[in-house]
């Protein structure tokens, strides 16, 4: 029982929550280290939004808006925060969802499907083949959905995967609290933001962009711009922590 008055209540919760979601065996043990890592760099973020983020969370309703086969790549984690929002940004945007995951059953494929449908999301389906360069089980994708994307968006990304969809020359739009990792350094466009914060502010802008405004925000822009001023707020956070 957490008291509502608790000063972290919400993470408290949401710990909760994802614990809960590895009992069930849609979140993996790895997984809630993951989440750990994100809290942390949450902290250093100052856990809100920065002006960047905002900045990078419009520029991707803008590559999601102006793709021709747009994706939403789905892990346990992702499921397990953000399963109503993948629902509303799927609408908003119209892209299509696939559930890809490092730590691949079928079973939790399974789960985690069942768990975006309750909430509303529909997702693809099918056989999956090994068509990413990855010698790991991320490589296993559907032909209809991630292999024929030109652009997927990829919260919560284990390193690599990231440069082989980039080296098949689909863009990549990730969610990644960590602005040094490298699915941070080498996606198209980086979204340094907690995973709940972003999907609500990209849909919000998929809902608002006109075509126009879109094709002119979904080319011009600078990712390590993007990316540098996520470490100068970082860096302002630290040294002013004691002021
Ligand atoms: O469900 P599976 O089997 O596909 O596995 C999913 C995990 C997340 C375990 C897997 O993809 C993994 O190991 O990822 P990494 O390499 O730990 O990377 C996850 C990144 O997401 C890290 O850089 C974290 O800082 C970041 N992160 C964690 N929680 C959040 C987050 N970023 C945004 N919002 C969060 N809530």
Same mark, same amino acid.
């Given at each position: 029982? @957490?008291?509502?008055?608790?000063?972290?209540?919400?993470?408290?919760?949401?710990?909760?929550?994802?614990?809960?979601?590895?009992?069930?065996? @849609?979140?993996t043990?790895?997984?809630?280290?993951?989440?750990g890592r994100g809290e942390a760099f949450d902290?250093?973020?100052?856990?809100?939004?920065?002006?960047?983020?905002?900045?990078?969370?419009?520029?991707?309703?803008?590559?999601?808006?102006?793709?021709?086969?747009?994706v939403i790549s789905v892990n346990g984690n992702t499921a397990?925060?953000?399963?109503?929002?993948?629902?509303g940004l799927q609408m908003a945007s119209r892209a299509s969802v696939e559930v890809n995951l490092f730590?691949?059953?079928?079973?939790?494929?399974?789960? @985690?499907?069942?768990?975006?449908?309750?909430?509303?999301?529909?997702v693809l389906k099918g056989e999956a083949k090994r068509l990413l360069p990855l010698l790991h089980e991320r490589a296993l994708c559907l032909p209809g959905g991630i292999g024929s994307a030109d652009v997927i968006l990829v919260p919560l990304e284990d390193g690599d995967r990231c440069q082989a969809l980039h080296s098949l020359g689909k863009k990549v739009i990730t969610i990644d609290l960590n602005p040094l990792s490298r699915t941070a350094q080498s996606a198209d466009l980086t979204i340094v933001d907690e995973v709940t914060r972003a999907l609500p502010l990209i849909t919000t802008f998929c809902r608002e962009l006109d075509q126009e405004e879109a094709k002119t925000l979904s080319t011009g822009y600078d990712n390590k711009i993007i990316r540098k001023a996520a470490l100068d707020e970082i860096i302002r956070r630290l040294t002013h922590a004691l002021d």
């Open positions: 029982m @957490i008291p509502e008055n608790h000063p972290r209540y919400h993470s408290l919760i949401v710990r909760e929550q994802l614990v809960r979601c590895a009992k069930e065996g @849609i979140v043990l790895e997984g809630l280290t993951a989440h902290y250093l973020m100052g856990e809100q939004t920065s002006p960047s983020a905002l900045q990078a969370e419009k520029i991707a309703a803008a590559l999601l808006l102006t793709a021709d086969h747009p397990a925060l953000a399963a109503r929002m993948i629902a730590h691949r059953t079928d079973e939790r494929i399974t789960k @985690i499907t069942r768990l975006l449908e309750e909430q509303g999301v529909r």
